[in-house]
């Protein structure tokens, strides 16, 4: 049997067929990378696209179209939790804020926590909010925005202590923060501690 030896030379077809690999495999790449997608879940980027194509909807009404689209997805919780709260539909937002939290995996989505007692504190339940706030501060020492709010809440209920508490806390920790210099505004139109 004849054994085959390479010879270090190269037939002009494989020279041809080399050249055109050169260009085929880059071209099939550029359009497997161009060419549609199959539609999987939609993006909140795409819903978006889609409701602007119906102009006579509100932001609202659109971002309830959306949640129909995609129950479940956490960016368009959040902005319908934004748009209720804006509506002073405090009960609703709570609702989405909480589904938001459920499944959120971003670094500060805990943030919306503070939206949580904001919107508790707005339907008058500032117990809840005032425990909101406190969860808050035991999973994040010292946060500027929580002990602001905690301090608010504390001083629109009539509990000039506890607000003045929370607000030199916030200003000994951040003096530098903008609630700092809320606080600093606000502590002298707090009653005095022995005041009746």
């Known amino acids: 049997m004849a054994e085959y030896k390479h010879s270090g030379q190269t037939t002009k077809s494989s020279r041809i067929a080399f050249a055109a690999a050169l260009i085929i495999i880059p071209a099939l790449l550029l359009w497997l ?3 549609p997608q199959p539609s999987g879940e939609p993006t909140f980027e795409t819903m978006q696209e889609e409701m602007q194509e119906t102009p006579a909807m509100s932001r609202l009404e659109q971002m309830e179209q959306m949640w ?3 129950p479940g997805h956490g960016p368009v919780a959040l902005e319908l939790a934004n748009l209720y709260f804006e509506d002073g539909q405090f009960e609703k937002a709570i609702e989405f804020y909480r ?3 459920k499944d959120d995996t971003t670094a500060d989505g805990w943030l ?3 939206d949580i007692s904001r919107s508790l504190a707005s339907l008058g339940r ?3 909010a005032i425990s909101e706030l406190k969860s808050l501060l035991k999973d994040h020492p010292g946060h500027a925005g929580a002990l602001y709010n905690l301090g608010a809440i504390e001083a629109n209920r009539g509990d000039h202590e506890s607000a003045r508490v929370h607000w030199n ?5 951040h003096p530098q923060d903008t609630l700092a210099v809320y606080a600093r505004g606000a502590l002298p139109k707090l009653k005095p501690s022995n005041h009746p």
């Open 33 to 35: 990378y161009f060419a």
């Open 126 to 128: 500032t117990d809840e």
């Open 99 to 101: 589904t938001f939290l």
């Open 68 to 70: 129909k689209t995609a």
């Open 169 to 173: 806390e916030l200003i000994k920790l």
């Open 112 to 114: 919306v926590r503070l």
